[in-house]
Structure formats: C-alpha cells, structure tokens
C-alpha cells in the first residue's frame, strides 16, 4: 500500500504560481512512476503531467506544457508540480497518483493505482 497526501494548493491570481508536493508513505516511491491530474468542477479529470520512476522522463499535457514542471525526490519520497504562469482554466482540484514501475500509459487514469486526496488551487482572473 502506498499513501499520498498533496500540499500546496490554494488561491492565486493569473499569471502567478504555485508548487505542490506529494508526499508517500508506505512503501518507497522509487518503485513508482508518478502522475498528477486535475478535475475541474463538472469535467472529467485529466492527466496534466508524469514522471518516470527515476525522473528522468517526463510528459506533460498540452494545455500545460512549457507552464508546469513535475519532478521528484526519491530520497524524500516526494513528487513535486511546479506551476507557473497559471491561468484561470487551471483552476481544479489537484491529485496525484502512482502507477507501477514498468506501466508507460502515463496519461491513463486505470493505470494508477494509488491517489492522494487532492488539493484545490484556484487561480483568479
């Protein structure tokens, strides 16, 4: 079993940024690559970015590419989403997950098995 629990989220105006993390417990999360996504209200929740076990490759959504860095720490046990230049159509809440070492469809929600509870960030125009 592996716990998630998301930080960092909250209010922020457009252009302005926030950093999450995602901190596991449980097992270690070297044996786990990570995604994070978000669900707006009424939307479906979408895959924004994704990080392979060890970090070096990452995948990113269209709408946040170029805006957001994910990347992670091991040693920690920790996943980070950096945003920047945020825009009001970020506004969701923010989930992580991890998904099996070995499982490359990143941008797939099944392929997850373990979820944090989410943390809202909303950007004001």
């Known amino acids: 079993q592996v716990q998630l629990v998301e930080s960092g989220g909250g209010l922020v105006q457009a252009g302005g940024s926030l950093s999450l993390s995602c901190a596991a417990s449980?097992?270690?999360?070297?044996?786990?690559?990570m995604g994070w996504f978000r669900q707006a209200p009424g939307k479906e929740r979408e895959f924004v970015a994704a990080?392979?076990?060890?970090?070096?490759?990452?995948y990113y959504a269209d709408s946040v590419k170029g805006r957001f860095t994910v990347s992670r720490d091991n040693a920690k046990n920790t996943v980070y989403l950096q945003m920047n230049s945020l825009k009001p159509e970020d506004t969701a809440v923010y989930y992580c997950?991890?998904?099996?070492?070995?499982?490359?469809?990143?941008?797939?929600?099944?392929?997850?098995?373990?979820w944090g509870q989410g943390t809202q960030v909303t950007v004001s125009s």
């Open positions: 449980g097992r270690t999360l070297s044996r786990y690559a």
């Open positions: 997950a991890a998904r099996p070492y070995g499982s490359t469809r990143y941008w797939i929600i099944a392929e997850y098995d373990y």
């Open positions: 990080a392979s076990w060890s970090g070096a490759n990452t």
